[in-house]
């Protein structure tokens, strides 16, 4: 039986390299991939690209490559991020800039570019694409106007294509998490894009991989206080056969456990109906999983049925949503909670009398309601952080609203301290997600490899 090692190397944009180093130095791991992206993510990223046109990636990905190529490079190991975010072009010259300063003049890195519906919104509804939101129904017209990017999940293919051309690291935009990971199984074990039960292996597989420790004990809701190592939790490695069975265990000596319980939480993950787990390969039923302890730290999975793909892919589109501006105070017991309350009130009214008129606004008492809202017990706490935004029309009106709240220091219930001053305004981007056909984006994915010398 042909089977491939692959190993997780991120969760998420900020995450630690650390987890990849004890991946890629177990010394048996062909593959590594890195997920960067989440919704929030693209909207940060596109803020960084409005401030910056040569930006839009992950800012710490030269730092992952200067620390994993001379590990990787020398081993064989093939690394594939979609880090690259709103600008994956500009993150893989960022990966041969990397490669050139290691003397790596040899590595070939590859682009996956096509994600990127920013400047095709138009067109495509000119060719009669129906572009309204797949939750509300809304039409697109109610917020083209402020439309600041455009993305699609793309599937394995393109990956596929860069691999075979020998690319040792690629760098995509928004590609589906899993199929990151399906990439490289499809590579090296010979899968047909129409094998739906080997491809949905493949995407349960890289749906427990994604986000890096939290298949691995970490984020663990059983007993996780007795989940030794976390400061080193080993990330995700999974041997998988060509007849879609997998082991799934972590680097040997690292934190973390890999159980049924801990693999079986991760699986659940983001799911929204697990028979039918959307993805632009496959249809994965996630009911139809079997896992199996077969020793210390490995489960093995099996089973796994899917169906055939989607005709569409999904658009996450962002739009300008108005400005946000915050208010915060501590305080502390006796009546650290009503103190809150009363501020909050207070806030309101200062705002109201500034001529501040907010669109919505926001209220939490942080150690007591932040979390759970009107579902969490009340009670007597020792200390609470009011929080109170609130969004606007306008980034000089968000600027205006903290200072609202200044006059509280002296003047309102008895406090201990916090940002009661002006914190700045912040844009927010509302999310807008849609459906496309796949192939009125497909025709345009372009995979560009080369060697990190040719740019010298």
Same mark, same amino acid.
């Given at each position: 039986m042909t089977s491939i090692r692959i190993g997780a190397g991120q969760g998420f944009y900020g995450d630690t390299p650390d987890g990849a180093v004890d991946v890629a130095t177990s010394g048996d791991v062909r593959y590594i991939c890195f997920d960067a992206l989440a919704e929030l993510t693209m909207a940060i990223l596109q803020k960084d690209r409005m401030r910056n046109p040569e930006g839009g990636y992950t800012r710490d990905?030269?730092?992952?490559?200067?620390?994993?190529?001379?590990?990787? +490079?020398? &081993?064989?190991?093939?690394?594939?991020?979609?880090?690259?975010?709103?600008?994956?072009?500009?993150?893989?010259?960022? %990966?041969?800039?990397?490669?050139?300063?290691?003397? &790596?003049?040899?590595?070939?890195v590859a682009s996956v570019?096509?994600?990127?519906? *920013?400047?095709?919104?138009? #067109?495509l509804i000119a060719a009669g694409v129906d572009l309204r939101n797949m939750d509300t129904g809304d039409d697109l017209a109610s917020v083209r106007a402020r439309i600041v990017f455009a993305v699609v999940y793309l599937?394995?293919?393109?990956?596929?294509?860069?691999?075979?051309?020998?690319?040792?690291?690629?760098?995509?935009?928004?590609?589906?998490?899993? $199929?990151?990971?399906?990439?490289? &199984? %499809? +590579?090296?074990?010979?899968?047909?894009?129409d094998d739906?039960?080997? /491809?949905?292996?493949?995407?349960? /597989?890289?749906?427990?991989?994604e986000c890096s420790g939290q298949a691995t004990g970490g984020n663990f809701s059983g007993d996780w206080w007795n989940i030794a190592g976390l400061d080193r939790v080993g990330y995700p490695v999974c041997e998988m056969n060509d007849d879609g069975t997998a082991l799934l265990t972590k680097p040997r000596g690292t934190g973390g456990r890999? $159980?049924?319980?801990t693999v079986k939480e991760q699986l659940l993950y983001e799911v929204l109906d697990p028979?039918?787990? &959307?993805?632009?390969?496959?249809?994965?039923?996630?009911? *139809?999983?079997?896992?199996? #302890?077969?020793?210390?730290?490995?489960?093995?999975? $099996?089973? %796994?049925?899917?169906?055939q793909r989607p005709d569409t892919l999904k658009v996450i589109a962002g739009y300008l949503d108005g400005w946000m501006g915050t208010a915060m105070i501590g305080y502390s017991w006796p009546d650290a909670e009503p103190k809150a309350r009363r501020s909050a009130e207070l806030i309101e009214r200062l705002a109201q009398r500034a001529g501040l008129e907010p669109l919505e606004m926001?209220?939490? %008492?942080?150690?007591?309601?932040? /979390?759970?809202?009107?579902?969490?017990?009340?009670?007597?706490?020792?200390?609470?952080l009011l929080r109170v935004a609130a969004r606007f029309a306008t980034e000089e009106e968000a600027a205006r609203f903290p200072r609202a709240a200044m006059p509280l220091a002296l003047n309102g219930p008895p406090f201990i301290g916090g940002a009661a001053g002006p914190s700045g305004s912040r844009a927010l981007l509302g999310v807008w997600p849609a459906r496309v056909p796949r192939d009125t984006v497909e025709a345009g994915v372009h995979v560009d490899v080369?060697?990190?010398?040719?740019e010298a």
């Open positions: 990905l030269p730092g992952f490559m200067r620390r994993l190529l001379p590990i990787t +490079h020398a &081993m064989g190991i093939r690394l594939i991020t979609n880090a690259g975010g709103m600008n994956p072009a500009g993150a893989a010259e960022a %990966v041969r800039s990397a490669a050139r300063d290691l003397g &790596m003049t040899d590595l070939r570019t096509g994600d990127d519906l *920013s400047m095709r919104v138009d #067109e599937g394995a293919a393109p990956i596929v294509e860069a691999l075979q051309r020998g690319a040792e690291v690629v760098v995509t935009g928004r590609v589906a998490d899993a $199929s990151l990971f399906v990439a490289p &199984m %499809v +590579h090296e074990l010979g899968w047909a894009f739906w039960d080997r /491809l949905a292996a493949g995407v349960v /597989l890289g749906h427990l991989m890999v $159980s049924v319980d028979r039918r787990y &959307m993805n632009p390969d496959v249809v994965a039923d996630f009911t *139809s999983v079997h896992l199996e #302890e077969v020793a210390a730290d490995v489960v093995r999975v $099996s089973g %796994v049925h899917g169906t926001v209220t939490e %008492v942080i150690g007591i309601d932040s /979390l759970h809202g009107d579902a969490a017990p009340h009670q007597d706490a020792n200390e609470v080369h060697a990190a010398g040719d």
